[in-house]
């Protein structure tokens, strides 16, 4: 991890924030802090957050993973991801276009829409912005190269 910040479960505390870091990026509000893994700095300030679904087949779906922007560089994302990889062994997710070469220094690949989690996908298949967004599926499996 780093010496910046540290990770932890999100509490009912941190949800306006979650939701307002939510609405900035353009997403729904959250209604719950389950499955909400959070990163805060010295202050206890959240500087990123995770939150997984499960596919019924009990493989983790990251949607989302959010950086504040002024966090951004600093191995927030990595170390989310990185922790929750760790904890379930195989993470799959829809990537926003302009950041899967972010998630590929990661060793993500892309995978087939049909191996993400229906309640995942569908997110991105009703979005109105899916042809500027170019979604990509991805996953990886700990020890994936």
Known sequence: MSD???IRDACEDDLPTLNAYNYNEGMDAFSSVENIRVAVNGAGEIVGYLRLA?????IAHVNPVVTYPTWRGYGV????????LERYG????VARGASVG???KL??????????CLDVAEDCR???LMD????QPMGKKKGDE
């Open 4 to 6: 910046l910040f540290t």
């Open 54 to 58: 499960f596919s019924p087949e009990g």
């Open 77 to 84: 994302g990595r170390a989310l991801m990185d922790e929750a």
């Open 90 to 93: 195989e993470l799959r997710f």
């Open 102 to 104: 972010f998630y590929e």
């Open 107 to 116: 060793g993500y690949h892309a995978i087939p829409w049909e191996d993400v």
């Open 126 to 128: 009703i979005c109105t």
């Open 132 to 135: 500027e967004c170019k979604p």
